[in-house]
């Protein structure tokens, strides 16, 4: 197997500027990012497809992209983000570990995400929907790990309207 340039960061064989790191999950950021700031979040153990992850390191993943999306936010003055993953090599995945991008954004960044919508029609819809309900009955379900309940902050510790970019840019009047 070929030297994995993701598994080569996480053991500190390559050099990175880490913004996040516990026992399972490594947030870096990307050298050659689509704007300043994007950050990879990458398991420390090797997966190659998202399909290989189990759930619990699946879910922590995307708990850190929320957490590193958040202080984006707070910290970079941008006004949104993108959380990408390319999932196999015909999805444009280029290196053969599971990552998930988190990529801040800010109005006309000049990069562009999106994809000309195709019609579908309905019997291709139904013949897809038919296989994917069928193929998943014989998948057999990850067990997950026990999953704690949401703690519910008070109406006081909420973020207050004006103070968020979000919020801000909902309430815009065209």
Same mark, same amino acid.
């Given at each position: 197997?070929?030297?994995?340039?993701?598994?080569?960061?996480?053991? @500190?064989?390559?050099?990175?500027?880490?913004?996040?790191?516990? !026992?399972?999950?490594?947030?870096? =950021?990307? %050298?050659? $990012?689509? +704007?300043?700031?994007?950050?990879?979040?990458?398991?420390?153990?090797?997966?190659?497809?998202?399909?290989?992850?189990?759930?619990?390191?699946? @879910?922590?993943?995307?708990?850190?992209?929320?957490?590193?999306? !958040?202080?984006?936010?707070?910290? =970079?003055? %941008?006004? $949104?983000? +993108?959380?990408?993953?390319?999932?196999?090599?015909?999805?444009?995945?280029?290196?053969?570990?599971?990552?998930?991008?988190?990529?801040?954004?800010?109005?006309?960044?000049?990069?562009?995400?999106?994809?000309?919508?195709?019609?579908?029609?309905?019997?291709?819809?139904?013949?897809?929907?038919?296989?994917?309900?069928?193929?998943?009955?014989?998948?057999?379900?990850?067990?997950?790990?026990?999953?704690?309940?949401?703690?519910?902050?008070?109406?006081?510790?909420?973020?207050?309207?004006?103070?968020?970019?979000?919020?801000?840019?909902?309430?815009?009047?065209?």
């Amino acid at each position: 197997m070929e030297k994995c340039v993701l598994c080569e960061i996480v053991n @500190g064989r390559l050099p990175s500027k880490k913004v996040y790191e516990d !026992k399972e999950i490594l947030a870096v =950021l990307d %050298i050659n $990012g689509a +704007n300043v700031g994007h950050t990879f979040i990458i398991p420390k153990s090797h997966f190659t497809i998202m399909e290989q992850v189990p759930n619990d390191i699946l @879910g922590k993943s995307f708990g850190v992209a929320n957490k590193v999306s !958040k202080t984006m936010f707070d910290t =970079l003055n %941008i006004q $949104g983000t +993108n959380l990408f993953i390319s999932n196999g090599v015909s999805a444009g995945q280029m290196v053969a570990h599971f990552l998930i991008n988190v990529i801040p954004r800010k109005e006309n960044d000049g990069i562009n995400l999106q994809w000309i919508p195709r019609q579908i029609t309905e019997e291709e819809m139904s013949t897809v929907e038919l296989k994917l309900k069928s193929a998943q009955e014989h998948i057999p379900p990850q067990p997950d790990k026990k999953i704690k309940k949401a703690q519910v902050l008070p109406v006081e510790t909420a973020i207050r309207v004006g103070d968020n970019y979000l919020h801000r840019q909902m309430r815009r009047i065209p």
